[in-house]
């Protein structure tokens, strides 16, 4: 089983603060998922990656394959930004539809 | 437009009496899957249907079963719920089994 460790597990920051949250799994993959969550909430997928760099909006998701690391940022942060933020990755082996989720990092933004 | 629906988005149910959720999909989407996720837990697979095949997993409580009538719908129907399932379920969809998850905004189930 794939091992996922997300730091850090509580982040506040001052609207408009630049966001890293940070991904490592023991195992190597083919891909990896960032999904956001807000409290009560359902999930929200913000990317899918294997390598490289994906952008959406303020979101930036980068993958180091070799060094089995990931992060997530978030530019120019708002108070709606407030949220989990989960690292998921597939189960080594052939059950690759099985994710392993990261505990999730705790984002605040505050105003 | 929302792409994968469920219904009800709040559910309150006595102990032991039957439920069912309702999970829809707009992506024609050939896998679709059921997660429970209990307060402050990861999201925890329940089974999840590569086209009509079933696949159970291993420590999913009887209690659990699903039924896929067509590509759109999935449903959980919970045979005798106890006050240890209430929880968030989440449907999930992805094109292949390996393919990026598209979630459901969940059902949170209450059991009194």
């Known amino acids: 089983k794939n091992e996922v460790e997300q730091s850090p597990q509580n982040l506040t920051a001052q609207e408009g603060e630049f966001i890293t949250i940070n991904c490592s799994y023991s195992v190597g993959i083919s891909a990896l998922h960032w999904l956001q969550q807000h409290p009560g909430g359902g999930i929200v997928s913000l990317f899918m990656l294997s390598s490289g760099k994906k952008k959406h909006g303020r979101l930036i998701a980068t993958i180091n394959i070799q060094e089995k690391h990931s992060s997530l940022h978030i530019t120019a942060s708002h108070p709606r930004d407030s949220a989990v933020y989960i690292c998921?990755?597939?189960?080594?082996?052939?059950?690759?539809?099985?994710?392993?989720f990261g505990k999730g990092t705790l984002l605040t933004v505050n105003p | 437009d929302a792409m994968v629906i469920q219904n009800p988005r709040y559910q309150v149910t006595q102990f032991g009496k039957p439920v069912t959720l309702s999970c829809s999909q707009t992506l024609n989407h050939n896998v679709m899957y059921w997660y429970q996720q209990k307060s402050s837990q990861a999201p925890k697979l329940l089974f999840h249907y590569y086209d009509k095949d079933f696949n159970n997993e291993a420590d999913t409580p009887d209690n659990f079963q699903s039924r896929r009538p067509n590509t759109s719908f999935c449903f959980l129907d919970i045979r005798s719920p106890g006050l240890g399932d209430a929880a968030m379920y989440l449907c999930a969809t992805s094109r292949d089994q390996d393919k990026k998850q598209y979630f459901g905004p969940g059902t949170r189930l209450t059991v009194t």
């Open positions: 998921a990755v597939p189960n080594s082996g052939g059950s690759n539809y099985k994710l392993t």
